[in-house]
Structures are given as C-alpha cells and as structure tokens.
C-alpha cells in the first residue's frame, strides 16, 4: 500500500524568505502523480504544483517548485519569496492513475506561517 | 467556468434531521469525489464517482447516501447523523485519462450535528 509522509508539522518562515516543506512518499509502482495542495484558512483546497513520476524535470510554478527525487521517493515543495497569503496548509499527495480510482493517498500536513 | 460549487456553505441539523449537500461543476469533469476533514486533519475519501457511476465507497456508514444525477451535479443526502459526522465536507472534480489528475476542490461545507 502507498503511503505519504509529512514529517514536519508547522514551520514558519520570514516573509521574502526561501521555505522548504519535506514529504516522502512509498509505493512499488513506476508510474504516478505527485501533488501539493494548499488549504488557507477559507478552507478552499488549492492545487500548487504537480508532477508526473515519468519526468525528470522538476515542475516549478512561479515562486512555487519541487525537488523530485525518485530514487529515494522524496516530493519536497519549495516557496521563494515567500508571501503572507502563502500562510496555510499543505499537503501532499499521491496518485496511481493505473489503479483506475484516482484516488489522493493524503500526507497529515504541514501548517506553514509566513511572518510579516 | 473553473469551479467547484458547493452548496450550502455552512450546515447546523438535528440527529434526526434529513439534509443534502450539493456540489456542481460544468468543465466537463467525468470524475467527482465526496471527502470529509476533520479539523487539521487531511481529507478523507468517502466516495468516488466515475462517469456517474459510483466506482469507491470507502466502507461509509449508510446514513450517507451519494448520488449523482448527471455529469455536472453530486448530492449527498444525510439522515440520523452523529456529532462525531460533524466536519468539513469537500467535493472535488477531476477529468482522468488526460494526464493531469488534479483535482479542482469545492470550498467546502461546514456541517455540525447537534
């Protein structure tokens, strides 16, 4: 069974600063989805940034990026400049497209300040 | 239109109350999805449907009842709950098959048994 951890429960960061947030993940399979999801205090569940297992290129989105390690099946997100509406949730998560569900395995979280 | 629309936003009901949650989307989304969270916890799958079809019920007691009348609409019909049922209910959309598989998340409703 695949499972998603998030070791780190709350961090904090200086605004303007560089902030990394961890998340390793298990699976046996070769082919599947990586996602971090944010969830400000209204609630809304926002996709970040996403990667497919198959690419080697780490996906960035603006100020947002991932290190993607397969080989040792680790998902960091990485936020640059970090912004006061960055302050939220994260999660990360995980997706076998082949299991034909399309079910998120969820990790437990990161709760992220940005400190003015 | 992007959205995920959920329907109502906040949802106070007895423990012998009928109620439904309402979820619309009109992307074309052939895959929606019904999670409950607990509060700083990650959501939790209860049900999936795929091309209206119910494909996952994640062993969710019966006083939940999903339904899916058409591509665009999920409901979630409540009787006789128990305050532990009390949390936030997200719907999601996704389009499978198009190498993408994110989901597009409602805003949620805040749902408390009294």
């Known amino acids: 069974a695949q499972t998603v951890t998030q070791s780190q429960p709350e961090m904090s960061v200086q605004e303007a600063e560089t902030v990394t947030l961890s998340c390793t993940y298990d699976?046996?399979?070769?082919?599947?989805?990586l996602f971090w999801y944010k969830q400000p205090p209204s609630r809304q569940m926002i996709l970040v940034i996403r990667?497919?297992?198959?690419?080697?290129q780490n996906a960035t989105e603006n100020r947002f990026s991932v290190n993607f390690q397969k080989a040792a099946k680790s998902f960091s997100l990485k936020i640059s400049d970090s912004q006061l509406g960055d302050t939220a949730m994260y999660f990360c998560?995980?997706?076998?497209?082949?299991?034909?569900?399309?079910?998120?395995?969820f990790g437990t979280g990161t709760r992220l300040k940005v400190l003015a | 239109d992007t959205e995920v629309t959920q329907t109502p936003k906040h949802l106070v009901m007895g423990m012998t109350n009928k109620k439904s949650l309402k979820c619309e989307q009109h992307?074309?989304?052939?895959?929606m999805y019904w999670y409950k969270q607990k509060a700083k916890k990650p959501p939790e799958l209860m049900f999936v449907?795929?091309?209206?079809?119910?494909?996952i019920n994640e062993s969710v007691p019966s006083r939940f009842s999903p339904e899916c009348p058409n591509s665009s609409l999920l409901n979630l019909h409540l009787h006789a709950l128990q305050p532990e049922d009390s949390a936030l209910y997200l719907c999601?959309?996704?389009?499978?098959?198009?190498?993408?598989?994110?989901?597009?998340f409602g805003s949620g409703t805040r749902l408390t048994v009294v």
């Open positions: 990667q497919e297992a198959y690419k080697q």
């Open positions: 449907y795929s091309y209206e079809k119910l494909s």
């Open positions: 992307m074309g989304h052939r895959a």
């Open positions: 999601a959309s996704s389009q499978p098959g198009r190498g993408n598989y994110g989901y597009t």
């Open positions: 998560a995980f997706m076998n497209p082949t299991s034909g569900t399309y079910k998120y395995i």
């Open positions: 699976t046996s399979e070769n082919n599947y989805y």
